[in-house]
């Protein structure tokens, strides 16, 4: 029986449209970040926290600019949201020789801030990012979102990664309070199925064609 793509890990180490794992920019990432470290495992913990910490998770700075989504664009953002960041850790993944994809699910955010449910008109987050890494041969998934940081500031907990075990959006916060609950998942993908994201983004939030390029103008490259 053929192998589904999905599965193939030669297919999810090869560069995708916005997994440009090829791209020098994100080589030299990957190889920065694991230099001198061994092993595919701890190479994974420290591309992920270089991601998770390094670019600061900002739900207000979603482009409607497909360029914006690939990894050699988003590894010179100071700040970005799940997808974004997800794209990068897969492709960096991929760049270091570690089997990698995406995966997606709709979560709801019960901590969520009054801001950002007036401007979503929902607590309802479709098509969060998360990236899937075939890891001591099977795929464990990680979530790369919320950066140190902010966790601490707002009291969540900081998801961390051990190299073997899911690393998933916590349930709860620190004080016990409800936070990210999983309802739905949308499967794993090579590369980021940009325009049926965009399309459930159009059913789902009000208004969401009416945005500009950039939501938040004030979003900055680091160079």
Same mark, same amino acid.
């Given at each position: ?30 190889? /920065? ?37 690939? +990894? ?19 492709? /960096?993944?991929? +760049? ?70 899911? +690393? ?49 103008? +004030? ?5």
């Amino acid at each position: 029986m053929p192998t589904d793509p999905i599965d193939d890990l030669d297919a999810c180490l090869a560069p995708g449209r916005f997994t440009d794992s090829d791209h020098p920019d994100v080589v030299a990432f990957a190889e /920065a970040v694991t230099a001198g470290v061994a092993g595919s495992r701890q190479q994974a913990v420290e591309l992920f926290l270089a991601v998770r910490d390094g670019i600061r998770y900002d739900p207000y700075v979603v482009s409607r600019d497909p360029d914006d989504f690939r +990894a050699s664009r988003v590894v010179h953002t100071d700040r970005a949201w799940c997808v974004p960041k997800a794209v990068l850790l897969t492709a /960096a993944c991929r +760049a270091a020789g570690i089997p990698a994809r995406l995966g997606f699910a709709d979560v709801r955010n019960h901590l969520n801030s009054e801001k950002l449910r007036a401007t979503m008109g929902t607590d309802l987050f479709v098509f969060h990012g998360f990236s899937e890494l075939w890891l001591g041969g099977r795929w464990v998934k990680v979530s790369s979102a919320f950066n140190r940081e902010l966790c601490e500031r707002f009291g969540t907990r900081v998801l961390d990664f051990d190299g073997e075990h899911d +690393a998933l959006m916590h349930p709860y916060d620190r004080a016990g309070h409800r936070h990210m609950e999983y309802v739905r998942e949308r499967g794993s993908y090579l590369d980021l199925p940009l325009e049926e994201m965009w399309a459930v983004f159009r059913d789902v939030y009000p208004g969401y064609d009416d945005l500009p390029p950039v939501v938040d103008d +004030a979003f900055h490259r680091r160079g």
